[in-house]
Every structure is written in structure tokens, then in C-alpha cells.
């Protein structure tokens, strides 16, 4: 069976903020994705024994920064060394989820890179082994980084013009409200990119070339490559979620990116109505999209077999 791989990007609330160009968001809900959506995700993945992949922001589970809510963060922390000691992998998602880290100078990508590793080594006794980019924006300065850092994959190329379109079409409208939003459209040299794993180029990461670290896109399906990404299949019909599922029989890896905030509920976690209104998958209770994500793993479970990234990592350098 070929590989599937579950990731969970734990980005917080106030990441959403920023893309919805809200402003910054209240600061009760700092933690609200460590402490209410984490361990509903968590129970999940442990209950059908499967190993997955948490993307950590460096700084909410610094325990060590002369931050605000220290409790809160060594909790957090706390957390996540009880889910890598089940087996479960941490991989890097930089310090403080800045959008656009590939455009920032070298030294500052250097920092996010470097201290969100001191916070995952200081909870876990395995070093990371994966970075993903926040906003799937990637760089050579980054793969440099990752590299002397002997990190052994990137997994941030997602390779899906579609979803771009529509993200430029929504950043332009914010635009012109005069309410930007804080994302940013990743270099579209990474539309063509290979969407299978690969070697990239160390100075031009969407080309094969010969880096030490290896590539694992993020899913999309094949020719027309639509994004099989978690909240995509949780909120589409179940003809359309069939029919997805079934093209990516071709891909030699299934790379399924969940997002905290999928296992978010709006009314029990208390999310206010301003995001609610701009994130759809909000709108549907925790139960239910509880219950679709499991008919999609049941689904996977068929065809697939699940392991980590790092595993999956391991492989690919080994053959490619
Ligand atoms: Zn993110």
C-alpha cells in the first residue's frame, strides 16, 4: 500500500484574523486551538491508532520566552511532548506564523526557523525533522536554513492554481475595502511544481535538483489538481468528496493537511461571529465534521497506509 501522511497545522486563531484582514484577534482566544481543538483532533487520531504530524508555531509553546501567559504556553508544551511520546511526530511551522517569512531577510527567516527548533527540542527527545512554511510560501534562504539544520524534508509546496485564483481574487477584494489581509500569494513558480515528492533544487525549491531535504507537496489531485486538503473534504458534498479521494489513487503519497481550527467548534469554543461569518467550515458543528473526517480516513484506511512525514521523508531520500 502507498503511504498516506496526516499533518495538522496548529496555527491560532489570530492567523485567521490577519487572513481575513480582521485586525488582531481578542486575547482570550490566544490559546483556544492548543487547548479546545488539539485535544479533540488528538483523541481522534489515538482512538484509530494512527500516528500523525503536528505543525507547531514555535511560540505558543515556548515555555521559556519572557511572554505573556506562561502557564499557557507550558501547558501547551506539555501537551505536545505527551502526543510525541504516543509516537507522534513535531515538525517546524516557524516561530510566529509570519505570512510572508520567504520574502523576509535572511537573518529573520534564520530566527523563525531557529527558534521554533530550541522550542520543539526542548519538549521532545527526537529533533525535527520537517518544516512546513506558514502560507506555503517557500524560499532558497529557507531550504538553507533547513539544511544546516539536517532537517530531512520541506512540506510546503501546494501546487494548486485553482486555489490560488481564488485566494487572489479574495485578497484583492479586501484590498479594495481597505481591510488587506495579512496573507500572501506564494511565489506562483510553485504552481507548476512537481505535486509527487521529489529532490528539489536548493536554490529554486519548486524544480527537481539535488538538496539534501527532500519535497512532500501538499495533496492535490491529478491533471486537474484540485487541493484534497482537510477542510476542502470536510465541507464538500460526499459525491464530490468520493470522487477526489478516488483520483488521488494515482499519487505515489496522499499528503493530507488538516488545520487546527478544523477540529474547532464556533459555538462551544466561544469563536465570535465576525470570523464565523468569513470561515465557512465554522458553520458546521464540531459532531459533524467529527463524523465526515472519520468516513474520509475510513475511506483512506482502504487504499492507504498511514505513517508520519518524516517517515514518508526517510523513504523518498533513500530512493530518490
Ligand atoms: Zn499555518
Redesign the pocket.
Given at each position: 500500500m502507498k503511504p498516506c501522511a496526516v499533518s495538522i497545522?496548529l496555527?491560532a486563531i489570530d492567523?485567521y484574523y490577519k487572513i481575513h484582514g480582521l485586525g488582531a484577534a481578542p486575547r482570550e482566544l490566544e490559546h483556544v486551538i492548543f487547548e479546545r481543538a488539539l485535544p479533540r483532533a488528538a483523541k481522534l487520531f489515538a482512538s484509530r491508532g494512527l500516528r500523525v504530524t503536528w505543525f507547531v508555531v514555535g511560540r505558543d509553546a515556548d515555555a521559556d520566552a519572557p511572554l505573556p501567559d506562561r502557564d499557557s504556553r507550558a501547558a501547551n508544551a506539555a501537551a505536545l511532548r505527551e502526543l510525541a511520546q504516543r509516537g507522534d511526530e513535531l515538525g517546524n511551522?516557524s516561530y510566529s506564523?509570519p505570512y510572508d517569512l520567504a520574502r523576509l531577510p535572511t537573518k529573520k527567516i534564520e530566527d523563525e526557523i531557529g527558534s521554533c527548533d530550541r522550542v520543539l527540542r526542548a519538549i521532545a527527545s527526537t529533533p525535527p525533522r520537517g518544516f512546513r512554511a506558514?502560507g506555503y510560501d517557500v524560499s532558497a534562504q529557507m531550504f538553507d536554513a533547513l539544511a544546516r539544520r539536517g532537517y530531512r524534508y520541506d512540506s510546503s509546496i501546494f501546487p494548486a492554481p485553482g486555489y490560488y485564483a481564488a485566494k487572489a481574487v479574495v485578497m484583492g477584494a479586501l484590498a479594495l475595502l481597505r481591510r488587506p489581509s495579512g496573507a500572501v500569494l506564494a511565489n506562483p513558480r510553485q504552481l507548476i511544481a512537481p505535486a509527487d515528492p521529489y529532490r528539489p533544487a536548493m536554490t529554486a525549491p519548486w524544480r527537481r535538483g539535488q538538496a539534501p531535504l527532500v519535497e512532500l507537496p501538499i495533496a492535490v489531485t491529478p491533471w486537474t489538481r484540485i487541493p484534497a486538503i482537510g477542510t476542502n473534504l470536510i465541507l464538500a458534498p460526499e459525491g464530490i468528496r468520493t470522487r477526489v479521494l478516488a483520483a488521488m489513487a494515482k499519487r505515489e503519497l496522499f499528503n493530507l493537511e488538516l488545520h487546527g481550527i478544523d477540529f474547532a467548534d464556533a459555538d462551544k469554543d466561544g469563536i465570535p461571529g465576525e470570523l464565523v461569518a468569513r470561515q465557512p467550515d465554522l458553520r458546521v458543528p464540531i459532531a459533524e465534521k467529527l463524523a465526515r473526517l472519520e468516513a474520509i480516513l475510513d475511506d483512506l484506511a482502504k487504499t492507504w497506509q498511514f505513517v508520519t512525514l518524516a517517515e514518508v521523508a526517510a523513504d523518498v531520500q533513500r530512493t530518490r
Open positions: 497545522d496555527d492567523c511551522h506564523h506558514p
